[in-house]
């Protein structure tokens, strides 16, 4: 089993019959190159990556943009037309009076796998106040969180909420609520190794690809700036692939990813099954 656990669904087509709430997306999210991808695409992308499944993550900045820049009710619409592909997690403002009940509903009503939040878009640091409630909800429905953490590409964003540092006390704080840092906290991923290697209930995925291009940069990241036996013998059951598409390739870093030195045992891990216990099955 190969499992993108992260991916943004914002341009697929069956949630994109309205130019103007396109032209949203792309400005929202600071993706212009590419245009809206029927699901026959999708599913060819993910048989060339050898991908079985893409974890889909809806963004929601309410306070910010009026509305969800793609709703826990889409995301559900997506994973229902293929529910042997998709995972559907929901999406909340925490700064919405609505987002406790939001997140009910995404749970108790649609089945959603878990909580994507946006430290650095939403602007909170991860163990503020107005943000527990959330995560007594996850708690309460055994639901994990993913985080993008680190560098964003997205506009009006400040990667100081997100540093991988800021993660610690809800880790520490809260050992029953698993969570993982989107993009590998990137560049502190050194810290982000520290996490992991401390606290059992933290991951983090590979959705990182900033310089150069996947081989290169996985290669720096994975091999020189974290030497590859710390995940190959220390961290290897808390490393998921993600590939934070559509910005980056899925086919190309689903490739690098091989190609790192990692034991075989150490592949199945990171490809599936450590999203499978993160997720509690799917």
């Avoid at 994507?116 to 639901?143: A, G, M, T, W």
């Avoid at 050194?190 to 992991?196: H, N, Q, R």
């Avoid at 995925?205 to 996985?218: P, S």
């Avoid at 559509?246 to 990171?270: K, N, S």
Wanted: with cysteine.
């Amino acid at each position: 089993m190969f499992i993108d656990m992260h991916v943004n669904p914002a341009f697929y087509e069956p949630i994109n019959q309205d130019e103007e709430l396109e032209e949203m997306r792309h400005e929202v999210l600071n993706i212009h190159l590419n245009g809206t991808a029927l699901l026959e695409h999708i599913f060819n992308q993910m048989n060339c990556a050898g991908l079985d499944r893409l974890c889909l993550l809806p963004d929601d900045y309410t306070s910010e943009t009026g509305r969800p820049v793609v709703t826990n009710e889409e995301v559900k619409k997506l994973a229902d037309m293929a529910p042997d592909k998709f995972i559907a997690f929901a999406g909340v403002d925490p700064f919405d009076e609505k987002a406790e009940g939001k997140l009910e509903y995404a749970f108790s009503e649609l089945h959603l796998k878990g909580l994507k939040l946006h430290p650095s878009r939403q602007k909170f640091y991860p163990y503020e106040e107005k943000v527990q409630p959330l995560y007594d909800i996850c708690e309460k429905y055994n639901k994990p969180v993913i985080f993008s953490s680190g560098l964003s590409w997205e506009p009006n964003t400040l990667a100081k909420y997100s540093r991988p540092i800021e993660f610690e006390e809800l880790a520490a704080k809260r050992p029953g609520l698993k969570f993982s840092l989107g993009q590998f906290g990137w560049p502190w991923v050194k810290e982000t190794a520290m996490l992991l290697l401390k606290y059992p209930n933290v991951y983090a995925d590979t959705g990182v690809l900033y310089f150069d291009n996947a081989r290169e940069f996985y290669r720096q990241i994975f091999t020189v700036d974290i030497p590859y036996t710390w995940i190959d013998r220390s961290l290897r059951h808390q490393v998921m692939f993600g590939s934070s598409n559509p910005r980056f390739e899925q086919i190309r870093m689903a490739a690098a990813i091989e190609e790192l030195g990692f034991r075989e045992e150490t592949l199945e891990l990171i490809k599936g099954k450590n999203a499978i216990e993160f997720l509690g099955g799917i």
